[in-house]
């Protein structure tokens, strides 16, 4: 299948600091891609949509000033966690699809995000 | 609204018995359904799918699910479980009009507990 690399795995900041986390597409163009979160031994929560070339869309209930996306090309977007907080900590996970005639999403391996 | 729900938050077999882990949705239109996986701190991994054609669909690592529109059931199944099998298993539609963008509704996760 196809295959989303997600980096970093783990990362731990201080709070106040702001944290990057990029989702590759390696072997397929990707116009469209997610970002989750997920909370200890619960479901995936779908924060936004990440569009390339244009604006995100989010999630009823997420701040789109503290969970900042970029889709700069048609491989990558990125996830910024400005500001971070404790209650920020959680684990993020990016998801998208090879599109046309294909209809599942390939997810990346997930980022442990720790705020202390 | 659409929605997927797990109702077991985990089930225990033994290996070499068969398991089932249940999902149901609700949806409109035909729906696009799937089952991931989820090892500790990983990503998910896609399973299977049921997109149209055949209800029995057949997936990776011997599982197998069956649709069945009248009860809006998409179970999982495997005749034999292994312990390696012990997991996160997560049911998920893709909703009706978000187009081949990858899109995805989750249930809450079953954790299979295999058994030696």
């Known amino acids: 299948g196809a295959v989303v690399s997600q980096h970093p795995s783990r990362v731990i900041c201080k709070s106040g600091t702001s944290v990057k986390i990029e989702c590759r597409s390696l072997?397929?163009?990707?116009?469209?891609m997610f970002w989750y979160r997920q909370f200890p031994k619960q479901s995936l929560m779908l924060m936004a949509t990440s569009n390339e070339g244009s604006k995100a869309t989010y999630e009823q209930g997420v701040e789109k000033d503290k969970f900042l996306i970029n889709h700069a090309s048609l491989t990558l977007s990125t996830l910024t966690v400005t500001s971070a907080h404790p209650e920020d900590s959680s684990f993020y996970i990016c998801s998208a699809s090879p599109g046309q005639g294909n209809t599942e999403a390939f997810f990346g391996q997930g980022t442990r995000l720790t705020v202390v | 609204a659409q929605s997927v729900a797990q109702p077991e938050d985990q089930v225990n077999v033994a290996e070499g018995n068969p398991l089932t882990v249940k999902c149901t949705y609700s949806v409109s239109g035909n729906p696009y359904l799937f089952w991931y996986v989820q090892y500790p701190n990983r990503g998910l991994q896609f399973l299977l799918k049921?997109?149209?054609?055949?209800?029995l669909v057949k997936g990776s690592y011997g599982f197998e699910a069956e649709f069945n529109k009248s009860q809006t059931s998409f179970h999982l199944k495997k005749p034999s479980a292994l312990v390696s099998d012990s997991a996160l298993y997560f049911c998920?539609?893709?909703?009706f009009g978000s187009g081949n963008t990858g899109k995805l509704i989750f249930g809450q996760g079953t954790t299979l507990q295999v058994k030696p």
């Open positions: 072997d397929f163009q990707a116009t469209t």
């Open positions: 998920a539609v893709r909703p």
């Open positions: 049921y997109i149209t054609g055949d209800n």
